[in-house]
């Protein structure tokens, strides 16, 4: 067959994303370093130890690596436990190491987004109530500002909270992060001062740096109905609401929605420049009347559905597709800041990229605002709760040894990354069991 290509704009953004406690090493003054000595908390007992060794400086041949990978853009997350170690107290070699990565990534070709908050906390914060106690919307614009004013030269991308609905569900409600709580209404309490929190932040950094794109990175987890019943649609469109847009909608218009608060805050309105959008894979939802907790519905993936080796994502890119139709629609330019599969043996990761980026291609074809793609991993990182479990990098690492293999998806998307596309010839020899899907004719 003749030779054909899915092309993306000029100037999209190609690259991946990282978070600071997954990546740094050595992060002793959060909540997630004293939850890694708890037994029982990580599976196998995994801590992140030296993580990928980023503040002993492995940053840089990890920098090298993405950008000769034709990458042209990079997320990172920085460290609030570092930057402030103690309440009021900033440490200024803390900043000045950021700055020395940010350089790195101009001088590679790679632009930052930079997130404020991924989940960790300085431990002087959770003993002040951490983000169940409304001092935190203070403590973060405080941070926020030292922050911006630190580095706003060298960054004009900002994201100030990394998924608020993951974060509170799995500290909260699932009792899987620190600090381990199983209580629904305090997750909503948590969702809505982290609410008030990115207000102040997103003020904050228009007052220092005006022209900033500043945006969330939301979780968006796909769901639809298991079966045509209306119960199992009720069941999916109210989970959705709930964990999908309720914290999204008030920063468009100002209005609280349950279960997060009611009425007007007017300083939310308008304090999203953009929106993030981690998407990995998508439920299935039945209504179930013995789940009132779990809003009445019980989710499993799509029965027959291709699966990671863990069983924690299911390929459905159409999900992405739907949620970008979703988001779309707020009228905002959009970026994926992340998307990606676990799986050490790379058998799924390069049909899930190329599957995931055409149903990108053709959002980016109704001419729907997608500026760029930041993959879910550069290099395998330590994963929360699932320690080292699970692999979600391009390259490979022995956290042992600190040495990185490319995973043969690594090449795929550099090609992808250089050719601002993703081509026939590429699919053939990568994933080829999808060309008649991807290329039909
Ligand atoms: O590793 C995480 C990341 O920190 C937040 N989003 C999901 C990723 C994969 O589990």
Redesign the pocket.
Known sequence: MAEAAFHFPPNFLWGT?T?AH?VEGNNTGNDWWQWELEPGRIQRGDRSGLACDWWGGRWREDFDRAAEAGQNAHRLSVEWSRIEPRPGIWDEAALAHYREMLRGLHQRGLRPMVTLH??TNPLWLVEQGGWESESVIGRFEHFTRKVVEALHDLVDMWCTI??PN?YAYSAYTAGAFPPGRRDIRATFRVMHNMLLAHGASYHAIHDIQPAAEVGIAQ?IRGMQPATPSPLDGAASRWQSRVFNESFVLPLRDGRLRFPLGRGRERALAGTLDFLGL?Y?TRDRVRFDLRLPGQPFGRHFFAPGAEVSPAG?IANEPEGLFAALRWAHRLGLPIYIT?N?V?DAADQLRPRYLLQHLHQLWHAVNFAWPVRGYYH??LVD?F??E?GWT?R?GLWALDPETQARTPRPSAHLYAEICKENGLSSALTARYAPELMARLFPG
């Open positions: 994303a978070a997954q991924h989940f990394n998924e993951g979780h981690n990995y924690f992340e990606g676990e879910w991993t990182n994963e929360w699932r699970q979600f």
